[in-house]
């Protein structure tokens, strides 16, 4: 495909980007008619509860970063949910267990945090942006979509297919609940795609939910129906834990990238860990790691070992330090310290790869979307169920498919994401922004758990090193460091379409390498929103999705 052939979205007035068609146009249709870029990211993250059930739900929580150009701040909302009352190490024990399940009602033992983070982020445009949209008229396509019907996308095929039908699934075999099957099978039998998936029960949850906001969906009656289910199946939710919940504003992280301001949230999430391998990179000639000065080029070994290098040492501090901050404390200002990258830095060694590094989760199914306008107001947003279709619970006549997240707390009393009651564990989800003298310069993203801080400085070093534009930097070959499915040990996973004699040379370093698919599902689905120098809103969605950018 030559570069006059392919699809670059271009716009001058507002731009939206998501991993499903559907998302972005109900988010654009927003913008298109004076809502903010807040209310378009609502509408079109509502819409993705639909249509990617296999990556997030009503049931699993969400982050945000806002810039608002009125006012020049940048703001983030924490709405992920918090353990439970009852949940206790000892609950878990005195069941036999040595770790929390990843499947079925006591995987799902953190309130879902989304609806809120929706509610205060439509709070805040209203207050602080000026905007005049109905909380129900931003839900009214999602809600139309579950009532009506939505063609099953190719990625929500696959996941279906891969955890009903396939034996080879340690996860899988989610039929087993009839809460799922009920919603997510045709007659016991996965969808086809391009057969269309109604989910009349959540529909209905939808329509409770614009008639009477996050209130109903945490005191009223969707709270009381779900906790009732995840009862009957012996789960521990209570209908306090569901009151108590809030989303929570919160200052975003930020540090400096070639004079670039790179912004991220704070603990409980990894956006620590995104921004440490920024810091850590300023230490190095990323064009002289590329090894061609034409950014056209695929980039030499000394790039993607650099690149693999710093995430195993900025996973290291995130493995030792981040968890809820209310439950402990977590040196920020050290772990992102001139001081500290340059000491990481100094550490890798060109010659061999590390080996020091923990086994990290695969797992880390999420959408992140991204939203921007000619004024300079931004979004971008993730959210998430944690495991493809999360715990596999669906609640009890409401269609919401609830989140496996708290799988994610360890029973070990040492651990620092040990359970305990109303605590929030580490979270992989993680927006991105870049701004350039206080204005967004960079609006992006990603899917994928562990790749999503790997996905987030392949964006940025193609972006800002190299000069490739979004399109290229999010459909160029990418790389995962981490456990392959069903495979305890880290390796380097590179897709089909870098050169063999890369990953030769990387294998000779001591990189475990497996090549995979040209354009592989395991990279996650990545997206972004550059402000080009005119003004112009340039978009970009992953090839790799079902996505679109689109602008107006």
């Not at 992989?428 to 999503?452: D, F, H, I, S």
């Not at 379409?497 to 040209?518: D, K, S, Y």
Request: aromatic fraction near 8%; include cysteine; charge should be negative.
């Amino acid at each position: 495909m030559t570069p006059s052939q392919k699809h670059i979205p271009m716009a001058t007035r507002g731009m939206v980007t998501s991993p499903h068609h559907l998302a972005s146009e109900a988010g654009l249709d927003i913008l298109r008619h004076g809502g903010s870029v807040v209310d378009a990211a609502i509408a079109a993250a509502a819409v993705l509860t639909v249509v990617y059930p296999q990556m997030c739900t009503l049931g699993g929580d969400g982050f945000w970063l806002i810039h608002n150009a009125a006012t020049g701040e940048t703001v983030g909302i924490n709405a992920s949910g918090r353990s439970g009352e009852k949940a206790t190490c000892a609950f878990y024990e005195d069941l036999g267990l040595k770790a929390i399940p990843s499947r079925g009602p006591l995987a799902a033992n953190t309130v879902p945090g989304i609806v809120s983070g929706w509610e205060a982020a439509w709070g805040y445009s209203r207050r602080r942006m000026g905007s005049q949209s109905s909380w129900a008229g931003l839900l009214a396509c999602a809600a139309d979509l579950a009532r009506d019907g939505a063609p099953v996308s190719t990625s929500l095929a696959f996941w279906e297919r891969r955890d009903v039908e396939d034996p080879a699934n340690a996860l899988g075999g989610l039929q087993r609940f009839s809460g799922f099957s009920e919603t997510f099978l045709n007659d016991g039998k996965t969808f086809s795609e391009g057969e269309v998936l109604r989910q009349p029960d959540l529909a209905r949850t939808f329509d409770r939910l614009a008639a009477g906001g996050a209130e109903e969906f945490y005191r009223g009656e969707t709270a009381e129906r779900i906790v009732s289910g995840l009862a009957a199946g012996g789960g521990l939710l209570t209908l306090n834990d569901f009151a108590a919940h809030r989303a929570d504003f919160v200052t975003p992280l930020t540090t400096g990238y070639r004079g670039f301001t790179a912004c991220n949230l704070p603990p409980n999430t990894q956006g620590v860990a995104s921004l440490a391998i920024l810091r850590i990179l300023e230490n190095f000639d990323v064009r002289d790691l590329w090894g061609s000065a034409a950014m056209s080029d695929p980039p030499g070994a000394d790039y993607f070992h650099v690149m693999v290098e710093a995430t195993k040492l900025a996973f290291a501090d995130r493995d030792r330090w981040v968890t809820d901050p209310d439950f402990s404390d977590i040196p920020l200002k050290e772990l992102l310290s001139a001081g500290h990258a340059r000491r990481q830095a100094e550490r890798i060694d060109m010659r061999r790869a590390q080996s020091f590094a923990a086994p990290l989760d695969p797992h880390g199914d999420t959408v992140w979307l991204g939203t921007a306008d000619a004024a300079g107001n931004a979004v971008s947003m993730i959210q998430s169920v944690y495991h493809d279709f999360g715990s596999g619970f669906v609640a009890k006549d409401t269609g919401v498919l609830l989140q496996n997240r708290g799988c994610f707390f360890s029973l070990d009393p040492r651990a620092v994401n040990c359970l305990a009651p109303r605590k929030r564990t580490l979270h992989t989800l993680n927006p991105a922004m870049l701004l350039k003298e206080g204005r967004p310069y960079l609006v992006y993203g990603t899917m994928g758990g562990e790749g999503q801080p790997q996905t987030q400085s392949a964006l940025v070093t193609r972006i800002v090193d190299m000069g490739q534009g979004p399109g290229e930097a999010v459909d160029a070959p990418r790389w995962l460091y981490g456990r392959s499915w069903g495979n305890a040990e880290n390796d380097l996973k590179l897709e089909g379409r870098i050169p063999r004699a890369v990953a030769e040379e990387l294998a000779r370093r001591g990189h475990r390498v497996t090549m995979v698919g040209e354009y592989d599902s395991l990279m996650g689905h990545a997206g972004a929103i550059l402000y080009r120098r005119n003004g112009v809103l340039q978009g970009a969605s992953d090839p790799r999705s079902d996505g679109a950018a689109c602008g107006f």
